[in-house]
């Protein structure tokens, strides 16, 4: 199975995670580096979801706001990363998202889940009518398109009376779940929106694990091999832009939630440039390295920014700066880099042959 799989990389790295190797004496080596990625996923999403009872209401409230945001930068990074697409736009569905959670909330029901679903499906359809253009551009003219879609729903937001215009849109009820109370406490905001962004971190780790996202991949890395094996990279990279809009969708819909209150500076170009910083940052690809990225961003733009100053931007350019040049792979390729070295002298003490 190896010697076949090499045959069809044709010597080239092209296709380099699209096919997996099966090689029966590395799977039990490998086994070992699974389980220390379990248990570390486990203690972390553990830690987080102490945060409340520990941390008074204005840092559970900034942790919320840092998970909703990151939301976002998976998208983004779904994109970006695996993709190669990278993206200036997200902030748009992040938006679409977020208006319809609070119109939702205002009009029809203080359900959390609802508002959730809601905002899933505007980002959803929001992407599926701006990307059939954006898709068939690659590179930099990519770049610009997702700009101006960016851009376009921005200005339609500040001017739109429905969404409230450049005020912006208050007035949301506090959340509920499941026709229970009302959750005015902020950790409880916290344990929605920690419990959602753990469900997608999954199901975009599960997508971008499966076949279609080593087609992904493959098209990133060949585009002309994989059209000439039979795919079709235009449709490939259409349904990846649906689903990352959907998911911007979603995190646009938790950050009005924790909010109650949305307007046009909250999907501004800022926030897009943010959320690929982030990603460069954390390490494009990785998925969670982009959600470590997140985390620094906000803490620098919301926390540090007033005590140094306001001098945040200026820090987010040299922190950018400095992983440019000292870590290519961001902050996920420090870790990925260590578990590989110790895979392949596993590897290596199992088979010295």
Same mark, same amino acid.
Not at 206 to 215: D, F, H, K, W
Not at 277 to 289: D, H, M, R
Not at 335 to 347: D, E, I, K, Q, S
């Given at each position: 199975?190896?010697?076949?799989?090499?045959?069809?990389?044709?010597?080239?790295?092209?296709?380099?995670?699209?096919?997996?190797?099966?090689?029966?004496?590395? $799977? %039990? =080596?490998?086994?070992?580096?699974?389980?220390?990625?379990?248990?570390?996923?486990? *203690?972390?999403?553990? &830690? @987080? !979801? #102490?945060?409340?009872?520990?941390?008074?209401?204005?840092?559970?409230?900034?942790?919320?706001?840092?998970?909703?945001?990151?939301?976002?930068?998976?998208?983004?990074?779904?994109?970006?990363?695996?993709?190669?697409?990278?993206?200036?736009?997200?902030?748009?569905?992040?938006?679409?998202?977020?208006?319809?959670?609070?119109?939702?909330?205002?009009?029809?029901?203080?359900?959390?889940?609802?508002?959730?679903?809601?905002?899933?499906?505007?980002?959803?359809?929001?992407?599926?009518?701006?990307?059939?253009?954006?898709?068939?551009?690659?590179?930099?003219?990519?770049?610009?398109?997702?700009?101006?879609?960016?851009?376009?729903?921005?200005?339609?937001?500040?001017?739109?009376?429905? $969404? %409230? =215009?450049?005020?912006?849109?208050?007035?949301?009820?506090?959340?509920?779940?499941? *026709?229970?109370?009302? &959750? @005015? !406490? #902020?950790?409880?905001?916290?344990?929605?929106?920690?419990?959602?962004?753990?469900?997608?971190?999954?199901?975009?780790?599960?997508?971008?694990?499966?076949?279609?996202?080593?087609?992904?991949?493959?098209?990133?890395?060949?585009?002309?091999?994989?059209?000439?094996?039979?795919?079709?990279?235009?449709?490939?990279?259409?349904?990846?832009?649906?689903?990352?809009?959907?998911?911007?969708?979603?995190?646009?819909?938790?950050w009005a939630q924790q909010a109650r209150f949305f307007s046009p500076g909250d999907?501004?170009?800022?926030?897009?440039?943010?959320?690929?910083?982030?990603?460069?940052?954390?390490?494009?690809?990785?998925?969670?390295?982009?959600?470590?990225?997140?985390?620094?961003?906000?803490?620098?733009?919301?926390?540090?920014?007033?005590?140094?100053?306001?001098?945040?931007?200026?820090?987010?350019?040299?922190?950018?700066? #400095?992983?440019?040049?000292?870590?290519?792979?961001?902050?996920?390729?420090?870790?990925?880099?260590?578990?590989?070295?110790?895979?392949?002298?596993?590897?290596?003490?199992?088979?010295?042959?």
């Amino acid at each position: 199975m190896k010697a076949e799989a090499e045959e069809i990389r044709g010597g080239t790295p092209a296709l380099k995670d699209s096919i997996p190797v099966v090689d029966t004496p590395a $799977v %039990g =080596g490998a086994d070992h580096p699974r389980r220390r990625r379990a248990v570390v996923t486990v *203690g972390v999403v553990a &830690l @987080l !979801a #102490a945060a409340p009872l520990v941390l008074a209401p204005y840092p559970v409230s900034a942790m919320t706001r840092m998970l909703a945001f990151a939301v976002l930068v998976i998208g983004v990074d779904l994109l970006t990363g695996v993709t190669g697409l990278p993206s200036l736009g997200q902030a748009a569905y992040f938006g679409a998202g977020a208006y319809t959670a609070v119109l939702v909330g205002i009009h029809i029901t203080a359900d959390a889940l609802v508002q959730a679903l809601a905002g899933l499906v505007m980002g959803l359809v929001t992407a599926a009518v701006t990307g059939w253009v954006a898709v068939r551009a690659r590179g930099i003219v990519f770049l610009m398109l997702t700009l101006a879609i960016g851009e376009s729903v921005h200005q339609v937001a500040d001017t739109w009376s429905v $969404v %409230g =215009g450049s005020n912006g849109l208050a007035g949301m009820p506090p959340i509920s779940l499941f *026709g229970g109370p009302s &959750l @005015l !406490a #902020a950790g409880f905001v916290y344990w929605w929106v920690l419990a959602v962004a753990v469900l997608v971190f999954a199901a975009v780790a599960l997508v971008a694990r499966s076949p279609y996202g080593r087609t992904l991949r493959g098209i990133r890395d060949n585009e002309a091999r994989m059209r000439a094996l039979g795919y079709r990279p235009a449709l490939a990279r259409y349904g990846v832009f649906c689903l990352a809009g959907a998911v911007a969708g979603i995190g646009g819909a938790l950050w009005a939630q924790q909010a109650r209150f949305f307007s046009p500076g909250d999907m501004a170009f800022e926030v897009a440039a943010l959320a690929l910083l982030s990603v460069v940052i954390g390490g494009a690809g990785s998925l969670w390295g982009p959600c470590l990225g997140a985390a620094l961003v906000l803490l620098v733009r919301d926390n540090l920014s007033a005590s140094i100053g306001g001098h945040g931007p200026l820090v987010l350019g040299v922190v950018f700066v #400095a992983v440019v040049f000292l870590m290519p792979r961001g902050l996920a390729g420090l870790t990925g880099g260590r578990l590989r070295v110790v895979t392949r002298a596993r590897r290596r003490k199992e088979n010295p042959s």
